[in-house]
């Protein structure tokens, strides 16, 4: 059965954007970094660019957009156990717009596995959201602007001076590659931080295929 459930049409729908703006909304409130519309459009296209890059169907790209734009909804109730309670969320919306099954079961997979804690990569879809969302490390995303009271995670995604997220030539291996100020926050913190998400992206990488790599301040790290 097709579907007429495009990300353009999600993207409009005005339920799941005020989820996304409620979710981060909620998470302002309890000093989490930014996951409104620049998050999870980013990590929307870049969970589509990995699958289109490496030749999946149009589809399946598209529903890694889906995916993507959606998978934070569940903050909107609690931050604990936030992929799952978003993936029973994604269900019921996708569900009332008639999508077909076989689709709403590849993004609730990719939703309910995206968070580090119970993170798996089940397909290509939730392989590709892993990748895209661990990797959305910027400066912008940090809300607090009192660099004195910043706690790590602020000074680590602060520190941030820029984050690119690409394939290299042919294609065997998603590189992100990071310039990080070391007077705000060390390589170390760094690692203490986001070593699992980025253990976590070499899993995901794997299933695709392919390898994953971390340059920061144009040292190979992983």
């Given at each position: ?93 996708l569900d009332n717009l008639s999508m077909p099954a076989a689709e709403i079961c590849s993004i609730i997979s990719a939703i309910g596995n ?20 661990k990797t959305d490390v910027r400066r912008s995303r940090v809300r607090n602007t009192d660099l004195i009271t910043f706690d790590i995670h ?69």
């Open positions: 059965m097709a579907s007429n459930v495009t990300y353009k049409y999600i993207r409009q729908n005005p339920d799941i954007i005020t989820y996304i703006t409620k979710a981060d909304e909620a998470l302002c409130a309890q000093g989490y970094t930014e996951h409104s519309f620049a998050h999870v459009e980013k990590v929307a296209a870049n969970a589509s660019m990995i699958l289109k890059t490496l030749n999946y169907s149009e589809r399946e790209c598209e529903l890694a957009e889906i995916a993507g734009f959606m998978h934070d909804i569940g903050n909107v109730i609690n931050r604990v156990d936030h992929a799952q309670s978003g993936a029973v969320m994604a269900f019921r919306l995206h968070d580090e804690s119970t993170a798996q990569p089940l397909n290509p879809i939730s392989a590709a959201l892993i990748l895209a969302d602020d000074r680590v995604n602060y520190a941030v001076e820029s984050s690119n997220l690409s394939f290299n030539e042919d294609k065997t291996s998603l590189i992100l590659n990071l310039k990080i100020d070391t007077s705000i926050s060390s390589v170390m913190e760094y690692f203490e931080i986001f070593m699992g998400r980025m253990l976590l992206c070499k899993k995901a990488a794997l299933y695709l295929g392919i390898k994953f790599e971390l340059i920061i301040n144009g040292t190979n790290i992983l």
